[in-house]
């Protein structure tokens, strides 16, 4: 005989608060488990209460990023001891998608749905944007952004990258002014 688990008011709340943004959006379990990095069956266990709701902050944030609200709307959710620092480019990439009224879910829905969840971690800032400029410019696109605006995106995490690597990207200004130079030729070429 199975126990019933007696959910506390606020998960069933959580469980709720998924549930009816799936009704809502229409998204399919299967492609919400995709976007969050979890299992189907896990999906249907935190909607039907028959597991506590996740307090996970990393899935908490992907379930939150999905739904385009703060994580803190789930009172499972425990602010990470480090702050979360959303790159500006990623901000650009939100704001271009607010502008056109287009949704978190149609967004991801335009990528594979084998790519679905490093867009999500992207969104939330766990990763950066991609250093690789196809990638970036697949992303860009479907975003409806212009080849100079992902190109300046692409500049500046590459600057991040130089930087990190521990190029004194001040003191090589003219070097990596020439090597962004030819990529910026090279892209406008294809």
């Known amino acids: 005989m199975k126990t019933k688990i007696h959910k506390s008011p606020a998960k069933i709340e959580s469980s709720k608060k998924l549930s009816d943004f799936l009704e809502k959006t229409n998204l399919h379990k299967k492609d919400f488990a995709q976007m969050i990095g979890v299992t189907l069956s896990y999906v249907y266990n935190l909607i039907d209460n028959t597991i506590p709701f996740s307090t996970r902050g990393t899935t908490l944030e992907r379930i939150a990023t999905v739904m385009e609200v703060e994580p803190e709307i789930f009172e499972e959710y425990k602010l990470p001891q480090e702050p979360i620092l959303i790159d500006d480019s990623i901000s650009k990439i939100k704001h271009i998608l607010k502008s056109k009224n287009t949704s978190i879910v149609d967004f991801l829905k335009s990528f594979p749905r084998t790519k679905r969840l490093d867009i999500v ?57 020439n090597m962004l130079e030819c990529a910026k030729k090279y892209t406008k070429s294809k």
């Open 121 to 177: 971690d992207m969104l939330r800032g766990a990763i950066p944007v991609p250093i690789d400029y196809t990638e970036l410019q697949s992303i860009g696109e479907i975003v409806g952004m212009s080849k100079e605006e992902i190109f300046d995106i692409w500049e500046e995490r590459f600057k991040q990258v130089m930087e990190s690597s521990g190029m004194n990207i001040y003191s090589n200004n003219d070097l990596i002014n």
